[in-house]
């Protein structure tokens, strides 16, 4: 426990862990992965599953070992480097940078204020402007955004959640303008405001209204968008924030079948919609417990989709996933070495059969990536796809004593938790309970103190520290962008046809009232030049604004 | 001698809880008193709240890059409020130099990714009680 004595400040506090740890002590080697599943000295064909059709072939259900018979041989995965920073202009030029070094899917990175709902005028966007992702607020941000990119030949990935239906509406409309139908967009939004409650702590309205507008955007999608992936479901956050592997796997599964709920509960068919749900995974440092999580959450859902909700079209089966390494397993310290882990992690979404993946810059515990460093992560998958082998077979750790007793037990600990959900009535009442978010924040003080123990050794952190202080160049974001994007938001709001907004704000604000489809009406805003905060402010008029119980 | 007194907070729109979180859980098991402000409070806010609940120092976790104008903010309003004997400490994703340009400015030390829980508690330690001192020697 910590020592109360006056000392002189710890300035080189990341050299002195653990610091209480006497000599002798030796911390305990823990013979487990990094979610606390014990590890046996030996795996043999006792540890396989008994019914061979558990693990089944690639491309057959319950697909635990990949959705295509021949996974990369025939498709590499999409290689979507997430960018973003500072204004429209300056994420376009490195969209534009990192497709002509090879990416093949983009992904914008938005900042806090756009995520939550805010024009860059409103005090709470003070100092945040460009700082963590690119400001958008306006139709003509996201015209530049997407400056000479193809919208009907790349596809496109927003990670964005509660002001989603904004942000899809800018995009179809400014495919519009250029004579781009919807029905030719491809590409995702996040949009699953679950684990935001959960785990990512980006919302405007509380989780009901929130539930209702992303199930208005994936029946909207269905009919309108049918290259467009309406929901990404997404474990990354909940991981980050401390989840265990079956947890991340557990509570972002149980979100995906919250919302086949609600879809259902409004009359659509799942296999109209369900083809169109996306998944996205963190991928952490313990190797094969990654790999074994990939292959126990398709099986998990392939299987309940079939028997629970009844779907028959095999897409509807599928679990699609993006995934990214883990921002949380990378160190300020030696931030270098942050290259060999994100290289190990890619590895592991590779050999459980990503179908997308976004590698992470050695330089994000310190800044948003540089441009060199982002160069850095996507030759990392590059060599991973075109050197390493790794793609020549589906599945090439299928039938892996071990890999395979992994992805039993991952499976048998989430649907544990999936059922103690269910008892609960479901999701969304397990979150407005707290209960994901009190399992996950246990979980991360538990890893904490396994950390300051030393039994988790971190590299560079805990043991094998340097005095000698690394440095690499970060990126820095100038406070100027946050004074033009003020004018530019101002600029637009002085010149729109006033007739014509009013007109499509209070159609808006009257749709809030009733339980139509959201969508249309949001276009129309857009359509208007609404504001990302404008459309935002009827949210929240309509439907009141979250706060969450401060609880630790 | 009462036991010490932290607001842990979370400044501006960044849910990054995790640290916090922990950070408040490791205090709060070293015997600390801690209130938590929760997610998306003003410098506002939180300096009401610092004043409200009589705290010996205030702990900022900011990841989201807004630190060159939510501490100084914080510490403005700190002043105004009279409350500057209250140290201003906190952690997040913040480059050494913008550390140093803070703590010339009279924030404390501030603390980065992968920091042991037992160096900020030290920290806080220290500093609370070497000013309780040296005020009851005033």
């Given at each position: 426990m910590a020592k109360t004595e006056t000392k002189q400040?710890?300035?080189k506090a990341e050299h002195a862990a653990p610091a209480a740890m006497p000599e002798a002590a030796a911390p305990k080697r823990l013979f487990e992965t990094l979610s606390g599943i014990p590890i046996k000295p030996l795996y043999t064909e006792a540890d396989l599953p008994k019914d061979a059709a558990t693990v089944g072939k690639p491309g057959e259900f319950p697909y635990t070992r990949g959705l295509h018979p021949e996974m990369y041989r025939t498709r590499l995965w999409t290689m979507r480097q997430f960018a973003g920073y500072g204004s429209a202009e300056h994420t376009n030029e490195r969209f534009h940078y990192l497709l002509g070094h090879g990416m093949t899917g983009l992904s914008t990175a938005f900042d806090m204020p756009t995520l939550m709902g805010y024009d860059p005028d409103h005090p709470m966007s003070l100092g945040e402007v460009g700082r963590e992702g690119v400001a958008v607020s306006t139709l003509a941000d996201m015209d530049i955004l997407f400056g000479g990119i193809p919208l009907d030949q790349v596809t496109t990935s927003m990670t964005i959640n509660a002001p989603a239906i904004v942000l899809l509406a800018m995009y179809v409309v400014v495919a519009e303008r250029r004579g781009i139908t919807p029905d030719k967009l491809g590409g995702t939004i996040q949009a699953d405001m679950l684990k935001e409650f959960i785990a990512q702590k980006e919302w405007i309205c509380p989780p009901r209204p929130s539930v209702k507008i992303c199930v208005d955007m994936i029946e909207w999608c269905a009919k309108n968008m049918p290259k467009w992936n309406s929901i990404s479901i997404s474990g990354y956050h909940i991981r980050e924030a401390g989840a265990t592997a079956a947890q991340e796997l557990a509570f972002t599964l149980a979100d995906g079948f919250g919302y086949v709920e609600e879809c259902l509960k409004r009359g659509m068919d799942v296999d109209d919609f369900a083809p169109r749900l996306s998944f996205f995974w963190d991928v952490h440092n313990d190797f094969f417990e990654e790999i074994a999580k990939f292959r126990a959450g398709r099986r998990i859902w392939a299987t309940i989709m079939r028997d629970k909700f009844h779907a028959k079209n095999p897409r509807s089966l599928q679990l699609r996933t993006h995934a990214q390494t883990a921002g949380v397993s990378l160190t300020a310290q030696q931030p270098l070495n942050n290259v060999a882990r994100v290289a190990l992690q890619a590895l592991a979404a590779v050999l459980g059969g990503t179908q997308s993946l976004h590698t992470n810059s050695m330089d994000e515990t310190l800044a948003l990536p540089t441009e060199e460093a982002a160069t850095v992560a996507l030759r990392t998958q590059q060599i991973i796809a075109y050197?390493?082998?790794?793609?020549?077979?589906?599945?090439?750790?299928?039938?892996s004593y071990f890999v395979e007793a992994l992805t039993d037990r991952i499976e048998q600990e989430a649907m544990q938790y999936i059922k103690r959900i269910d008892e609960m009535g479901g999701i969304i009442q397990a979150v407005e309970r707290g209960y994901p978010q009190k399992e996950i924040a246990d979980s991360a003080y538990k890893f904490q103190q396994q950390v300051e123990r030393g039994e988790r050794v971190i590299v560079g952190v805990n043991k094998f520290q340097t005095d000698e202080e690394i440095t690499i160049p970060v990126l820095m974001i100038d406070p100027e962008i946050e004074r033009k994007q003020i004018e530019r938001t101002r600029a637009v709001r002085a010149k729109r046809d006033a007739d014509k907004y009013a007109k499509a704000m209070t159609a808006l604000r009257d749709a809030c009232m009733s339980d139509k489809n959201l969508v249309p009406f949001v276009l129309d805003a857009v359509r208007a030049e609404a504001t990302l905060g404008e459309i935002s402010d009827v949210f929240r008029e309509a439907y009141g604004v979250y706060r969450e119980p401060a609880v630790f | 001698m009462r036991k010490i007194r932290v607001l842990v907070g979370k400044a501006g729109l960044d849910g990054h809880d995790r640290g916090a979180k922990v950070v408040a859980s490791a205090m709060r098991d070293a015997g600390f008193e801690v209130i938590y402000t929760g997610l998306h409070q003003t410098p506002e806010m939180i300096v009401q709240a610092a004043v409200q609940e009589d705290v010996d120092a205030v702990a900022l976790s900011i990841l989201s890059g807004a630190h060159m104008t939510l501490f100084p903010r914080v510490l403005e309003l700190m002043k105004e409020k009279g409350i500057q004997d209250v140290l201003l400490t906190g952690g997040g994703i913040i480059s050494k130099e913008d550390m140093a340009a803070l703590k010339s400015k009279g924030v404390g030390d501030l603390f980065g990714p992968g920091t042991p829980t037992t160096a900020i508690i030290e920290y806080i330690s220290g500093w609370v009680k070497q000013h309780r001192r040296s005020k009851v020697g005033a």
């Open positions: 400040p710890p300035r050197e390493s082998g790794v793609t020549e077979t589906p599945d090439p750790l299928g039938g | -």
